[in-house]
DNA sequence: TATGTTGCTTTCTTAAAGGAAAGTGCTATA
DNA sequence: TATAGCACTTTCCTTTAAGAAAGCAACATA
């Protein structure tokens, strides 16, 4: 005896994409990631860097990276104190994602300029 | 004389990935892909193999993959008038992120189960 | 006549995301 | 003393996403 289900199963991908999905989404925490690796550390610069971001939801965003051990937060003590946030090394398995959405999107816009019939 | 920016700029990587996330943004776009591009065609059968999606979402969803060409409404008259909904060639071009997505899904499940301390 | 199937739409409600603008506490430098 | 920089926080408000529940039009079969 077989449940009847007329339709084809695909959990086996949904179920993991979803798991990235909910690590990852929203507009902000790739481009964060991205602008933290390819160098910025200060809170400053990678709000100068990301074009559009209010510090209210960089902050937001910088706490639930930190959560997901994507980032760490480093105080340097000084005169005026500093914060330094670096790319954690699991951060680096997020590369394959970021190339094939970098890559998608390059190659989408060729696509939207070019045909317009 | 140049403007003196104390930030790395990442623009060039920024700016695709965003356009990429603006077409397959949202919890539900990729799966609704993979469910169809698994095989499924029919909007019933599409909403049974994806878990919580209601069919105002769905109908929504749809709508707007086709608008980005990634699917095809095909009507079938008939008896009760069918739809099919297909795959666009286009949509094959995503194949590389799912499998990113699905790939560091798989594995950040791993690493929050065995990893708790 | 009643019921079921398909592919939705409609209405209502809540939750989450995002944005604008100003403020805060600290300190160093002019 | 005044100003400026840093790393945020706070408040308020709008927009978007999402979910629950029900309804509907067309036909076909029992």
Redesign the interface.
């Known amino acids: 005896m077989e449940t009847k289900?007329?339709?084809?199963?695909?959990?086996e991908?949904?179920?993991?994409?979803?798991?990235?999905?909910d690590?990852i989404?929203g507009?902000w925490k790739?481009?964060i990631i991205?602008?933290i690796t390819?160098?910025?550390e200060?809170f400053?610069?990678?709000q100068?860097?990301?074009?559009g971001i209010t510090p209210k939801v960089l902050a937001k965003e910088l706490k639930e990276l930190e959560e997901h051990k994507l980032i760490k937060r480093i105080i340097i003590e000084g005169y005026p104190v500093k914060i330094s946030y670096q790319a954690d090394a699991?951060a680096d398995?997020?590369t394959?994602?970021?190339y094939?959405?970098?890559?998608?999107?390059?190659?989408?816009?060729k696509?939207i300029m070019q045909v317009d019939v």
Do not use: E, F, Q
């Open positions: 289900k007329g339709y084809c199963n695909c959990l991908t949904i179920k993991p994409v979803r798991d990235t999905l690590v989404n507009k790739l481009p991205i602008s390819v160098g910025n200060r400053t610069d990678i100068n860097s990301i074009p699991y398995t997020l394959p994602i970021i094939a959405l970098k890559d998608w999107g390059l190659n989408h816009r696509k």
